[in-house]
């Protein structure tokens, strides 16, 4: 399973951006996906992901409100709305999914795209 994530850049504070993510390979189905950050110096932190199966999401305290996560009409892909960015949003993002295959779960990463607010 692949994971191609698109968006991310450079905005301003108070802007928004849009991450989407799709997964593509063999699996028998997602369970989760999501988006998760590390700016430098700092551990890699949850940021938002959605339970593939009833749309629950999750968010971490610092984005509520401000981020939101969904599924696209595209087959296993999610997008995070960004909106309200401020400076310390500034991270290397990293989609993440969890897949069931027929011998078992699995977790995957994506490459981490680079979304820079500027104050």
């Known amino acids: 399973v692949q994971l191609q994530a698109s968006g991310g850049g450079l905005v301003q504070a108070g802007g928004s951006l849009r991450l989407s993510c799709a997964a593509r390979g063999n699996m028998v189905k997602l369970i989760t996906m999501g988006w998760y950050r590390q700016a430098p110096g700092n551990k890699r932190e949850l940021v938002a992901v959605i339970d593939s199966d009833d749309g629950t999401t999750t968010y971490a305290d610092a984005v509520k409100g401000r981020f939101t996560i969904s599924r696209a009409n595209a087959k296993n892909t999610v997008v995070l709305q960004m909106n309200s960015l401020k400076p310390e949003d500034t991270a290397v993002y990293y989609c993440?999914?969890?897949?069931?295959?027929?011998?078992?779960?699995?977790?995957?990463w994506g490459k981490g795209t680079l979304v820079t607010v500027s104050s």
């Open positions: 993440n999914a969890f897949v069931v295959h027929y011998i078992g779960e699995s977790e995957y």
